[in-house]
């Protein structure tokens, strides 16, 4: 059910987003729906969570996996938040605009997830005293990719999500060797 209501809200936005559409994407009653969600609201809230989880989920793996030196982890952790944002290029800008106090709430979990996550695998690789450096550059990545993934399609900036990744990456990078 969760994928078909996050495929509605991607394909036709908050205003398209109905159980009804959902219930006909995932090929169920509506009363299928409602038995495990209590409205819309609920189910948005779900699509989000699941969105957050795997997002979270991507950005450790995919620092556990860096090459051990700096430019891998910011290079991983950069590669990690386009792709997760990329899959979902609709669908993240509609969840955002509409938070409830706790989708905010789950919102800024997941941020400080992932910061902690790239802070806790850049560390090894920069000067003690960096700790508040490293925590600007994530907090810096990861607000430019919300940012991006807010604007979008308002605002498109010609790139690609892996372009946006590497030269965010060239960024993160020039700051933290100025920085340490």
């Known amino acids: 059910m969760l994928t078909s209501a996050e495929h509605v809200l991607s394909a036709g936005g908050l205003d398209d987003f109905t159980v ?6 995932a090929g169920v009653s509506v009363g299928a729906i409602y038995r495990r969600f209590p409205g819309k609201e609920q189910l948005l809230e779900a699509v989000k969570d699941q969105l957050l989880e795997t997002l979270e989920t991507d950005v450790r793996e995919a620092l556990s996996s860096a090459a051990p030196d700096l430019r891998s ?13 990329a899959g979902h290029t609709r669908a993240f800008p509609e969840l955002l605009s509409v938070q409830s106090a706790e989708g905010a709430e789950r919102g800024l979990r997941a941020l400080d997830v992932v910061q902690r996550a790239f802070v806790d695998a850049a560390r090894p690789h920069l000067e003690p005293d ?7 550059a994530a907090r810096s990545v990861i607000g430019a990719c919300v ?18 990744a590497s030269r965010t990456a060239d960024m993160a990078l020039a700051y933290l060797g100025a920085e340490v």
């Open 130 to 136: 960096a700790g508040d450096a490293v925590r600007f």
């Open 73 to 85: 982890v910011v290079v991983a952790f950069t590669g990690a938040m386009a792709d997760a944002f």
């Open 147 to 164: 940012h991006r993934a807010a604007s979008c399609q308002a605002w498109p900036d010609g790139l690609g999500w892996d372009q946006w």
């Open 20 to 25: 009804a559409a959902v219930a006909e994407h």
